[in-house]
């Protein structure tokens, strides 16, 4: 699997992926019925931590510098 996704792309991924499990966890908005919604959280932390968004590869996108330069 290539990677698609560049650095900065990760570490927000990593911070947003993070901050939804906190309120699934209810750590952040305790008392909320839709905490549910934060276990989305996993799907953002998965692909940062393989560095491959599928959703990119379907639309042909990437944001690592070193896939850009060979295209």
Same mark, same amino acid.
């Given at each position: $699997?290539? @990677?698609? $996704?560049?650095?900065?792309?990760r570490?927000?991924r ?7 499990? %906190? ?9 909320s ?14 692909? %940062? ?16 510098? $070193?896939? @850009?330069?060979?295209?």
């Amino acid at each position: $699997m290539t @990677r698609n $996704m560049g650095t900065i792309d990760r570490a927000l991924r990593v911070i947003v992926g993070l901050v939804l499990l %906190a309120y699934a966890l209810k750590f952040i908005g305790a008392g909320s019925s839709w905490s549910w919604i934060g276990w989305i959280g996993v799907v953002p932390l998965l692909t %940062a931590l393989i560095g491959n968004c599928p959703a990119y590869s379907i639309f042909g996108i990437s944001t690592c510098p $070193m896939e @850009r330069k060979g295209s």
